[in-house]
C-alpha cells in the first residue's frame, strides 16, 4: 500500500468533491474512476465530462467576463466586450491559475445566471445520520447550513440542550457551530455521534441494556495506526467479531492478524471470537490502537500483501463513504492495481468439480464481504439452469451469473455496495437462481467459456470474450425459453444500487410476462392431458367392469355345471340305492297265498298310488324299503296312515305289519318332512 500524507489525502477529497459538485456525477466510483483516467487533474476530467453530461457549451476562454472570473477584477484584460457563449475555459487559463481548488470548482461551474449556456446548479443536499446512545435521527441539509442548525434540530428531537451537546465525528475534528458545512468538504451521506457528558443515561441506555439490542447497534470504532500516525473511523454492527475487526484493520495498515499488537480492547474481549456487543467495550464511540509487533519475522514480511478493503464499514453500504470521511486513501478502497496479490484466490484454478470451485468462491466471498449476499448456486451451470428453466412454469426462475474479476478496479465496490445491498439481496433470493464464477484466472475463465457454449452458444460466448477487465464484475441475466436459453440482459460493474434494481425489474417484467404464456399453455396441456387421463381411466374402468361381468358369467355357469353334476350324481346314487334295495325286497306274495298277507294302497305327493301285497309277518323295514325303491328314502318323506293319523316312520323298523296294525289292508299317504 502506497504510502500518501494527510495534505494528499485532504487534495483528493477536495478534488473528489468539487468533481461530483460540477459535473453531477453521484456515483463515487464513476467519478473516481474518472479522475483516475485524468491523473486526478480536476480540470481535465470536467473538460471531458461536462460537454457530455451537463450540455455546457464549449468556446474559447477569451471574454472578458470569463476572464475576470478566472483572474479576479484586479487582473482583467482590457477587452470591453463580453462573449456571452463562452463557458467552459481553456486548459491552459486553467492550469496556469493560482486560485484554490474550491475557487477554481466555483468558477468552472458558476451558479449565477449569467450566461443562458451554462445550466445552474441545484444546492447540493448532505444526508446527516445522526446516533445517541440507542437513537439514530436522519436528517437532510444543504450544505449552505451551519453546523449550529443541525445541533438546534437535535435539541427538537433528543431533548439536549446544544448547551450540553456534542457533536462528534467530524474528520476535521472539532468544529464551531457558526462553521458552514460547504467549508468541511463532506461527502454526501455523513455519519455522526452525540455525547452529552454532563448527562447521566437512564437505565434504559446504560450499558446493562439486553445483548440482543446491542446486537443491532453500530460501534464507531476509532483506531489509531501508530506507525502510519493515521486514524481510521470505522462503523461496525455490534454483531461483527473482534477477528472480523482485525482481519479489515489487517487490510487497511497491511499487518497481518497475527503481527497486529492492540490497545485499548477490555478485558472481557481476550476471545476474537465474540462479538463487538459483547466485548464490553464503550458505545457508541471507543478508541483503539494498533502496530506492528516487535519480531524478528518482520523483516521477512511478504512486501506484496493486498490492501484491498473488502469491508471497512457496516453492512448498509456506506462503505466508501466512511472511508472517504476518515481520510482513507481511495486508492485503498478500491484496490487499484493490487487486486494480484490477495491472500486467497476468490476461485482455485484447478478445482476438480465445479461444485467446489463454487464452495470455495462462497466461503471466500463470505469472508471478504460479509454473509449478508445472495444465495450463490452450489453446482454446475448445467445444474444451475435445469435448477432455473426446466421445472414447472409456476416454479421457474431467471438465472443471474455472476462473473467476478479480482483484477478489476469495481469488483470491491460492486461486491460490497451492490451484491450485498438488502434490497439486492431479497430481490435475487426470490426471483433468481444466482450463480457465479470467478474469471481472474486464465484457465478459470477458458473453463467458463466452454460451458457458455454448450449452454448458451457461441454469441455469448465471443461477448463475454471481448470484455476488458475493467468492464468486470458483469452480471448476466439469462431467461429460459421452449427452444434456447437467452441472455436478456448484461449489467456491468459501474452502476449504482438503484440502477442495478431498474435493470432487474425490468429484466423481471419480461419474465413475467414470458412466465405466464408458459403457464397458460401447461394448464392447457395439463388440461388435455387430464381429459385424455380421464378417459383412459373410464375405458379401463368399462374393461374392468367386462372383465368382473365375464367373470361372475362363467363363474355362474361353472357354478351350474357344478351342480347339476352334483344332481346327476345324486340322482345316480339314489338310483343305485333304489335299485338295490329294489333288488333287496322279498318278491310279492300271491293272492291265494296261505299265510296272512296284507295289502297295502299308498298315495304319493304326486297324486299317483303305489299298490303292493306284503305278508304279514314282514318287519315295517320292508315297508320302507319299497317306498324308498320307488323314489321316497325313509330320511326325507313319512308315511303316515289316514285314519287315525299316524306316522308310521317313527315306529320300530323292526316291528311286523301285524304288530303296526296294517292288516289285512290299509291306506296310507306320503308327505315329504319338513
Known amino acids: 500500500m502506497a504510502s500518501v500524507s494527510g495534505d494528499s489525502n485532504l487534495d483528493r477529497e477536495m478534488i473528489l468533491a468539487d468533481f461530483q459538485a460540477c459535473t453531477g456525477i453521484d456515483n463515487i466510483a464513476e467519478a473516481i474512476t474518472l479522475l483516475e483516467l485524468n491523473n486526478w487533474d480536476l480540470v481535465a476530467a470536467i473538460n471531458g465530462v461536462i460537454p457530455q453530461e451537463n450540455g455546457i457549451l464549449q468556446g474559447n476562454f477569451s471574454s472578458d467576463a470569463s476572464q475576470a472570473s478566472m483572474y479576479g477584477p484586479h487582473t482583467q484584460p482590457e477587452a470591453a466586450d463580453v462573449v456571452g457563449e463562452s463557458a467552459v475555459p481553456s486548459q491552459s487559463s486553467l492550469s496556469s491559475s493560482p486560485l484554490p481548488l474550491s475557487s477554481l470548482a466555483s468558477t468552472f461551474c458558476p451558479s449565477a445566471p449569467a450566461s443562458r449556456h451554462i445550466i445552474e446548479r441545484l444546492p447540493r443536499m448532505l444526508n446527516f445520520r445522526v446516533e445517541y446512545r440507542q437513537r439514530t435521527v436522519e436528517l437532510v441539509l444543504e450544505e449552505g447550513s451551519t453546523v449550529g442548525e443541525i445541533k438546534r434540530i437535535l435539541e427538537a428531537e433528543l431533548g ?191 478445482s476438480e468439480n465445479e461444485a467446489d470451485a463454487l464452495l470455495h468462491f462462497t466461503a471466500e466471498f463470505s469472508s471478504r464481504y460479509g454473509e449478508n449476499h445472495p444465495v450463490f448456486f452450489i453446482g454446475s451451470l448445467e445444474a444451475a439452469s435445469q435448477e432455473s428453466f426446466y421445472g414447472k412454469a409456476r416454479e421457474r426462475k431467471m438465472l443471474a451469473i455472476y462473473l467476478h474479476n479480482d483484477d478489476s478496479v469495481l469488483s470491491n465496490v460492486f461486491c460490497s455496495q451492490m451484491m450485498c445491498a438488502d434490497s439486492i439481496v431479497s430481490y435475487l433470493s426470490q426471483n433468481f437462481i444466482t450463480w457465479a464464477w470467478d474469471v481472474t484466472k486464465e484457465a478459470n475463465k477458458a473453463r467458463l467459456l466452454t460451458m457458455c457454449t454448450r449452454h448458451f452458444g457461441s454469441v455469448v460466448t465471443q461477448t463475454i470474450r471481448t470484455y476488458k477487465t475493467d468492464q468486470f464484475p458483469l452480471l448476466l441475466i439469462v431467461m429460459g425459453k421452449r427452444t434456447s436459453n437467452e441472455v436478456l440482459n448484461v449489467i456491468h460493474g459501474n452502476t449504482t444500487v438503484d440502477e442495478l434494481m431498474t435493470r432487474l425489474m425490468e429484466a423481471m417484467e419480461i419474465f413475467t410476462a414470458q412466465q405466464q404464456e408458459d403457464i397458460k399453455d401447461e394448464d392447457e396441456r395439463e388440461a388435455r392431458e387430464m381429459v385424455k387421463r380421464e378417459q383412459d381411466e373410464a375405458y379401463r374402468l368399462s374393461l374392468e367392469a367386462d372383465r368382473k361381468k365375464r367373470e361372475a358369467q362363467e363363474r355362474e355357469e361353472a357354478e351350474q355345471v357344478r351342480l347339476e353334476q352334483m344332481r346327476k350324481e345324486q340322482e345316480e346314487e339314489k338310483e343305485a340305492i333304489r335299485l338295490s334295495l329294489e333288488q333287496t325286497l322279498p318278491p310279492e306274495p300271491g293272492e291265494e297265498s296261505s299265510e296272512q298277507v296284507s295289502k297295502l294302497r299308498i298315495r304319493t305327493p304326486s297324486g299317483e298310488f303305489l299298490e303292493r301285497r306284503f305278508l304279514g309277518s314282514c318287519k315295517l323295514q320292508v315297508l320302507f324299503d319299497f317306498v324308498a325303491s320307488k323314489g321316497y328314502p325313509f330320511d326325507e318323506f313319512k308315511l303316515l296312515t289316514t285314519f287315525p293319523r299316524r306316522n308310521i316312520t317313527q315306529l320300530d323298523p323292526r316291528s311286523t305289519l301285524l304288530e303296526a296294525k296294517l292288516f289285512p289292508q290299509e291306506t296310507l299317504f306320503l308327505e315329504a318332512k319338513e
Not at 447521566?200 to 483506531?223: E, H, M, R, Y
Not at 478502497?333 to 496479490?341: I, L, R
Request: charged share 20%; hydrophobic share 30%.
Open 160 to 350: 439536549i440542550p446544544v448547551s450540553k451537546m456534542q457533536l462528534k465525528g467530524w474528520k476535521s475534528g472539532d468544529v464551531s457551530d457558526s462553521t458552514v458545512l460547504r467549508s468541511l468538504h463532506l461527502p454526501r451521506n455523513v455519519s455522526l455521534y452525540v455525547l452529552t457528558p454532563d448527562i447521566t443515561p437512564t437505565a434504559s441506555t446504560s450499558k446493562n441494556s439486553s445483548l440482543p439490542d446491542s446486537l443491532n447497534q453500530n460501534f464507531l470504532l476509532v483506531i489509531s495506526h501508530r506507525e502510519a500516525q493515521r486514524d481510521y473511523s470505522l462503523n461496525f454492527p455490534g454483531s461483527r467479531t473482534i477477528q472480523e475487526v482485525k482481519r479489515n484493520v489487517s487490510d487497511l495498515t497491511n499487518i497481518p492478524v497475527r503481527h497486529q499488537q492492540w490497545e485499548g480492547w477490555p478485558a472481557s474481549a481476550s476471545d476474537d471470537s465474540i462479538t463487538l456487543a459483547a466485548s464490553g467495550i464503550n458505545y457508541p464511540c471507543h478508541h483503539l490502537t494498533v502496530c506492528r509487533r516487535s519480531s524478528p519475522a518482520n523483516a521477512q514480511e511478504p512486501t506484496e500483501e493486498c490492501a484491498d478493503v473488502h469491508m471497512i464499514s457496516d453492512s448498509e453500504g456506506d462503505d466508501f463513504e466512511y472511508a472517504t470521511e476518515f481520510g482513507v486513501d481511495d486508492s485503498e478502497m478500491f484496490g487499484a492495481g493490487t487486486s494480484t496479490c490477495r491472500k486467497t484466490p476468490m476461485m482455485p484454478e484447478n
